[in-house]
């Protein structure tokens, strides 16, 4: 999912699922904006997971230099994924660009983000089913190194999706928490 080069292509997304795109991220800034004072926790939790990303960055970079450029069956282009819930709570909170669409795309289509250099989307800014993603070629790999550079990157993964769970039921329990107030004013 993170290929070094195959080809550029435009957003899949018709103008009605753009708009639906962008209604609804603007309805979760707006909700988002409406509780921030409530929300330093999962704002914290957010940028650890920001930094974790980054941590993990340079290891999955390489795997990808030495796997991707000649790959038969691109894994941008092969499978679908999309942008979910975690992840666009993850973008509004540390203040991170929204993507201009989703990044669905038909099956055997390539994902809109990917570029002539790969994916055209930050490290950070990408799927997490993306970012977190290992293909048969890199396991084998990584099955090759020394045990601990395995478990260190199953660990980083593992606290990675565990931060996301916990910044969404922060928000999830900040939120009812504020409208039970108001219902009870
Ligand atoms: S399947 Fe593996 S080697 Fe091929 S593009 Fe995806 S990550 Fe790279
Ligand atoms: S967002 Fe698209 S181009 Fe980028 S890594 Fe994921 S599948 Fe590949």
Redesign the pocket.
């Known amino acids: ?3 070094d080069s195959y080809r550029d292509s435009e957003p899949a997304a018709s103008p009605g699922e753009l708009c639906t795109w962008r209604e609804s991220n603007c309805a979760l800034a707006q909700l988002l904006a409406r509780h921030r004072h409530a929300l330093k926790g999962a704002i914290a939790t957010a940028e650890t997971i920001g930094r974790s990303i980054d941590e993990l960055t340079p290891l999955m970079v390489a795997l990808c230099r030495r796997t991707c450029r000649f790959c038969p069956e691109p ?2 282009i092969t ?1 679908t ?1 999309w942008f979910d819930f975690q992840d666009l709570l993850f973008f509004h909170l540390t203040g991170a660009p929204i993507p201009d669409c989703q ?1 669905v795309s038909e099956p055997k289509e ?6 002539h250099h ?4 930050p490290p950070r800014n ?2 997490w089913m ?1 970012i977190q993603y290992l293909c048969p070629a890199q396991r084998t790999i990584l099955e090759r190194q020394q045990r601990t550079v395995w478990i260190g990157l199953m660990d980083k993964i593992e606290f990675i999706k565990r931060q996301r769970r916990l910044m969404e039921t922060d928000i999830t329990r900040c939120i009812k928490s504020t409208h039970r107030i108001k219902a009870k004013r």
């Open positions: 999912m993170k290929n894994c941008c499978n994924v990044a390539a994902c809109p983000f990917l570029g790969g994916c055209s989307q990408r799927p993306c």
